[in-house]
């Protein structure tokens, strides 16, 4: 390996790679419309269980901190086996096919507790369902990220596949948005219309459904190319080879800086994602169609932050790229509270608080979701770094550091987030102006101070990372990596 490693310095540094099918593009893409669709689900959990449902906000924050140390342990596991799975129907697809079944019918059990069960029961349904739902969805999403780097080799052609699945991904969000806080969550006979029951029943069945739709699309409309595509040597070791050589992959410079940053940045989106529910109905005090006009402003915004980045990324390289759009996207995101609570913003009720909340709605997300493209397709390019170090390619234990952080963002966040409630002592089962002004102060400052220091540690740390495009195609070069082009 240490040949390999030696070369790189003598091969010629750029190779131009086609791009892949305008076909294959939206397949994959619309695999990720699967998990955009859970991370909106995952936003509401606490506000359903806590709110809604009626169980403490530290025994939700507890179910969903056991999901998480699961994750940790079962995500790259699976990537590790999906990376040395050898079969007729591919080391992905086989994977890719067994999931989507499972994972419609255990979203739907999570957001359809039986109404009248204890507070045990409740959080035993809770941690079941979202603990099988979670490990069947990773069957099926971490050999979904793995075919990025397989299906897209080159530096740029890389980004733009991943800008296809965040803008994609981001539609499953805005769809499953829609259902919920246009339908499913509107207001009835006068209620608060995310703090109906039924509605999220309702809407969990219906996500399951499109879950459903969108893993399959990606399974059938990629299953092509699983004859092109690297097949691993039969392995001749057992549990113990698998872990040593795991370790050995992950033991990488720029492996490491990507998980650290993605974990503080993760932790502190999440954070937000989780409690923007409760700072939009408490402290801006908006009703559901309002909530839906600032959520589909930062969607809408997707397509538009993925071009950004892949321009800036061609300017400036990816590393310089997404820390400039973090920056900006950190200051413009928290701009509206901090004025709230500075008390020189628009007051509740203000003609102008509503658009002036979209627009900076709108335009944080430009930011931030270029950001989240350039930091997607910088963990891909880990994959031929260690695999010059080890001969090794490992795209589904890399890239399921990438699914790991993702779900930070959101089971992470609601640990923290919870928590933050319980000290502040936020009421069960409130409603928008019942609430102490103190105890919205507190949420918002608190919020605001957490966020804000995690997001620019995060940014500081890809100060570090050493992966530029010279550095990979001359990688791909010397590695010989085969480009994946149409495949009967």
Not at 12 to 35: D, S, Y
Not at 186 to 212: K, T, W
Not at 251 to 266: E, F, Q, S, Y
């Amino acid at each position: 390996m240490a040949t390999i490693a030696a070369e790189l310095s003598d091969v010629p540094p750029e190779r131009q790679r086609a791009g892949l099918p305008l076909g294959t593009k939206v397949a994959h893409g619309t695999g990720a419309m699967a998990n955009g669709s859970l991370i909106y689900l995952r936003s509401l959990l606490l506000l359903f269980y806590s709110q809604v449902v009626g169980l403490e906000a530290w025994m939700v924050s507890l179910a969903l901190a056991i999901v998480i140390a699961c994750d940790a342990v079962w995500d790259p596991a699976i990537g590790h086996f999906s990376d040395n799975l050898r079969s007729r129907w591919g080391r992905r697809h086989t994977l890719m096919f067994a999931a989507p079944v499972p994972v419609a019918i255990l979203c739907a059990m999570l957001w359809n507790p039986p109404v009248g069960l204890s507070s045990g029961a409740t959080f035993a349904w809770l941690l079941g369902s979202a603990l099988v739902l979670n490990f069947t969805f990773s069957l099926y999403e971490v050999p979904a990220n793995a075919l990025t780097p397989e299906l897209a080799p080159g530096y740029h052609v890389r980004t733009n596949l991943l800008a296809w699945r965040w803008v994609l991904g981001t539609g499953g969000a805005m769809i499953t948005a829609f259902l919920g806080l246009g339908w499913f969550l509107s207001p009835e006979q006068g209620a608060v219309g995310q703090l109906v029951r039924e509605g999220y029943g309702r809407l969990g069945i219906a996500a399951a459904l499109l879950m459903l739709a969108a893993m399959l699309i990606n399974a059938f409309g990629t299953r092509r190319y699983r004859g092109a595509l690297y097949e691993p040597p039969e392995s001749t070791g057992g549990i113990g080879k698998s872990l040593k050589e795991a370790v050995e992959t992950l033991r990488n410079r720029n492996m490491a800086v990507a998980v650290i940053a993605g974990a503080l940045a993760g932790i502190g989106f999440g954070i937000r994602t989780v409690l923007e529910a409760y700072i939009a109905t408490f402290i801006w005090g908006l009703p559901a169609s309002a909530l839906l006009l600032t959520t589909v402003a930062g969607f809408v915004a997707t397509p538009i932050g993925a071009i950004v980045g892949a321009m800036l990324s061609r300017r400036h390289g990816k590393k310089r790229a997404c820390m400039g759009l973090f920056f900006v996207g950190t200051i413009l995101t928290n701009m509206p509270l901090l004025l709230r609570l500075s008390g020189v913003f628009f007051a509740n009720g203000d003609p102008l608080l509503l658009p002036t909340l979209v627009g900076f709605a709108f335009v944080s997300a430009v930011f931030y979701y270029g950001g989240f493209v350039l930091v997607s397709s910088m963990i891909a390019d880990i994959v031929e770094d260690a695999q010059a170090r080890t001969g090794r390619r490992s795209e589904g234990l890399i890239t399921s550091a990438d699914q790991f952080i993702q779900k930070i963002i959101t089971a992470m966040g609601t640990v923290l987030g919870g928590a933050l409630l319980t000290l502040i002592a936020f009421p069960r089962k409130a409603l928008p102006g019942q609430v102490p002004a103190e105890t919205l102060a507190a949420l918002g400052w608190t919020f605001l101070v957490l966020v804000t220091t995690l997001s620019f540690l995060s940014i500081a740390i890809w100060k570090f990372y050493r992966i530029d495009r010279e550095g990979h195609e001359a990688r791909l070069t010397a590695l010989d990596v085969p480009e994946v082009r149409g495949a009967a």
